[in-house]
């Protein structure tokens, strides 16, 4: 209730205000005068498509608006995210409950995503809404195998559209269609379009934004550091004096994806295959990127958790997956970012402090990233390796008169 992230709260809080109030999200303004916060002086313009802001905006209305009291309006912001997180646990216990993975392991699987300290950290402390991209992204998935690609390609396009993070899951589905029914996927491909434009482009012109977001999608190409690999290559030089093109860096990850949607031309399988194929592009997408914050790694995590309970990841495939993150947020010095709201003075005073052991903890992080990548990268590998699924196996061993692991119908 007390901690939320200097940056991100604070724009998510002026996100609030400024859309409950009618104006536009994407148009920075001081906002002192309105939260009697000195942090509201200059903030950066919200990086967000409108699905979030629209929600900021509706937790404006019904609580700041009301009661002018800044804690319970930081509190009010993070409950979406924690709801999402709840229903991710609650998901992915069904998922696993229903491939007959059994009920203690489906019981550990909730228990893990509800006390996961990364996922705690995150979400209630930090503030960040990658749970609900996720939650949104492991449903979309159930409603493909359940036969349902329509609803499955809506509420995939509304998770990208709330962070485009989850766009790689769409090839997956795409290839997962292909291979049962070329018209079904060109439907699906269809709905999916519709919806970013219902989700995305159309808020912009009912509500009169300032359309410049739309025009500005190279930003995310420039941007570099964190868990991505150029906060190795800053050991050596800062990209910002890198000469020459070197933002095109910030495109690797298209031709990445390029080959691992053709590593997927043997087509989709069953249900933990196309969680293992949508894993492995996920990963692919991050490993290549230039820019990885810690909260993305949230998407992942429901991926690989299922996939460990099926056997098919090594369990320390997933503690490397939420623990590397976490230790590197500690060396990012993102923790005191968190007294934005309750004690900035003391965030102000700590940061400058830890400013001075910059060197020593970019040496620290870019080891981190080292193992993020090898880590990363040996799981895109296991996940596209050619072997008989999880429920595959169990069906041979069901016919074989066994008892075994039978997908929900």
């Known amino acids: 209730m007390l901690l939320g992230h200097s940056r991100d709260i604070r724009m998510f809080m002026a996100t609030g205000y400024?859309?409950?109030?009618?104006?536009?999200?994407?148009?920075?303004?001081d906002l002192t005068a309105v939260f009697h916060h000195v942090g509201f002086k200059a903030i950066s313009v919200i990086g967000y498509p409108p699905p979030w802001p629209l929600v900021l905006g509706l937790v404006y209305r019904g609580t700041y608006a009301l009661g002018h009291n800044l804690i319970v309006y930081n509190l009010a912001i993070k409950l979406p995210v924690i709801a999402a997180n709840v229903g991710l646990a609650?998901?992915?216990?069904?998922?696993?409950?229903?491939?007959?993975?059994g009920r203690?392991?489906?019981?550990?699987?909730?228990?893990?995503?509800?006390?996961?300290?990364?996922?705690?950290?995150?979400?209630?402390?930090?503030?960040?809404?990658?749970a609900i991209v996720a939650v949104l992204a492991v449903a979309a998935l159930v409603l493909l195998y359940g036969r349902r690609p329509a609803a499955s390609a809506l509420v995939l396009a509304l998770a990208v559209c709330f962070k485009p993070i989850a766009a790689p899951i769409l090839l997956v589905v795409l290839a997962y269609m292909a291979g049962r029914s070329t018209r079904q996927t060109a439907r699906c491909a269809a709905v999916f379009a519709a919806g970013v434009v219902a989700f995305y482009v159309a808020p912009f012109f009912?509500?009169?934004?300032?359309?410049?977001?739309?025009r500005q999608i190279n930003a995310h190409f420039v941007m570099s550091g964190t868990m991505s690999f150029m906060t190795v290559v800053r050991l050596v030089r800062d990209p910002l004096l890198m000469q020459g093109h070197w933002w095109l860096l910030g495109l690797a990850w298209v031709p990445a994806l390029v080959v691992a949607v053709l590593a997927l031309r043997h087509g989709v399988g069953e249900f933990d295959d196309l969680v293992k194929k949508s894993t492995a592009l996920v990963l692919v997408f991050?490993?290549?990127?230039?820019?990885?914050?810690?909260?993305?790694?949230?998407?992942?995590?429901?991926?690989?958790?299922i996939l460990t309970s099926l056997g098919e990841l090594d369990r320390r495939a997933l503690t490397a997956v939420w623990l590397i993150p976490l230790v590197f947020t500690?060396?990012?010095?993102?923790?005191?970012q968190l007294l934005f709201v309750a004690w900035p003075d003391a965030m102000e005073k700590s940061l400058t402090f830890v400013a001075r052991y910059g060197d020593a903890t970019l040496v620290v992080r870019a080891a981190l990233v080292i193992a993020w990548q090898v880590v990363g990268w040996w799981i895109v590998v296991t996940c596209f390796r050619r072997r008989p699924s999880?429920?595959?196996?169990a069906a041979s061993a069901t016919d074989a008169g066994t008892e075994g692991v039978a997908p929900w119908s």
Not at 18 to 29: D, E, W
Not at 294 to 304: A, I, T
Not at 330 to 336: E, G, T, V, Y
Request: charged share 10%; aromatic share 14%; hydrophobic share 55%.
């Open 18 to 29: 400024l859309v409950g109030t009618g104006h536009s999200p994407y148009v920075a303004q």
């Open 90 to 101: 609650y998901i992915v216990a069904s998922v696993l409950d229903n491939l007959g993975a």
């Open 104 to 130: 203690d392991v489906a019981r550990k699987a909730w228990a893990f995503l509800l006390l996961n300290p990364f996922l705690l950290y995150v979400g209630a402390a930090w503030g960040q809404i990658d």
């Open 206 to 214: 009912v509500f009169g934004w300032d359309s410049s977001p739309l």
């Open 286 to 305: 991050y490993l290549t990127r230039t820019w990885l914050a810690e909260p993305n790694v949230v998407l992942l995590l429901p991926l690989v958790l």
């Open 330 to 336: 500690l060396f990012n010095a993102s923790p005191l």
């Open 390 to 393: 999880a429920l595959a196996r």
